[in-house]
């Protein structure tokens, strides 16, 4: 998974961060979930090598695709006509391909995520069959002064296997390249000023603040008709409880890898250098720059409110240089001004 990704944007590599350093940080990233699911059942993998293998994987994958070859089949028919049903989801939701989806409190702003894994569960009762299907997604955040791979699973229920669903009905879809697009937009923006403190401006209908001010704004669901500037600061946010989550699976494990974080800190503040069990980076791989969150929290300058702000309508603060020239002062006393401020 996103080998070509990273052959055709590698040239927009940072020239701080090495190819080596990001290549491992993409290569941990892209077999983490493969890792931890084959220890899990008894298969051990090195984890420091570039490409994890288990012999013999290949010709299982072979066998059990050939003996569901006609389901396969079938389920192909069934996508290439915008339609799925739950027998036809582990083709819809392959492992590595990336989806899109959106997150509660977020006005409806897509969401990419990574499939890691997928399964398949019929539970009875008394009364009736319940068929779910679970999707283990990925997506990339913010916890502070770095970054962290998120992890969730996603419970799709139906009452029946064979029920006929649009693709664009469901929760979770290909991901199309327009859409792609604005994805990777989000990404680089997101890779710039997720991590540490950044001044900058943001658009109308963009920033949501978790306070109500008079009644009038909503808790986090509300954006602000207002343009204006804010501080981005992730940690500090996530220290006074205001977060860029969304109330919803995938904010639940933003806000827990936050905790963790924050608990593996503070276990190292105190001496416990074993505790290194977190995946962080500081830099996010040109291919998982689809699947990061789309909301950063920070403090609005303009309402004098915490809350979090959409990252793609963020940008650098433009400066109105001219104002000084106009400003009516004697010339000796702007230049002292001047002098004063620029040191």
Known sequence: RGIALWGEYKSKLDSGYTFTEIQHVHERLTHKY??????????????????PVVTGLDSLILFVEDHYSETI?????????????????????????????????????????????????????????????HLVLQCIASVGDMFTSIEFIEVL????????HTIPSLAYRPVSETTKISLLEVGTRYSQFAIGQHYVEYKKNSFSPHKSKKGVLGVGTTNSPEEGRIMLDTERAYGYKH??????????????????????????????????????????????QYVTWPAVAGFSFTLKQWGHVLIASVDEVKYNTDSFKRLVLPPKRKELLEAIVTQ
């Open 243 to 288: 977060t860029a989550m969304s109330a919803d699976t995938a904010g639940l494990a933003i806000s827990k890898a936050f905790l963790a974080y924050k608990n593996l800190k503070a276990s190292r503040a105190s001496g416990d250098q074993t505790a290194n069990n977190f995946s962080m980076f500081s830099r996010i791989p040109p291919a998982f």
């Open 157 to 164: 229920y139906s009452d029946d296997s064979e029920t006929i």
């Open 34 to 51: 493969f890792i931890e699911i084959m220890s899990g059942v008894g298969f051990p993998v090195v984890a420091d090598k570039p490409t």
């Open 73 to 133: 089949a079938v389920a192909k028919e069934l996508i290439q006509e915008q339609k799925a049903n739950m027998n036809s989801f582990f083709e819809l939701y392959r492992p590595g391909d990336i989806v899109e989806g959106t997150a509660f409190g977020l006005n409806g702003h897509p969401v990419g995520f990574h499939v890691c894994d997928c399964y398949f569960e019929v539970e009875k009762s008394m009364f009736d069959t319940v068929y779910s299907f």
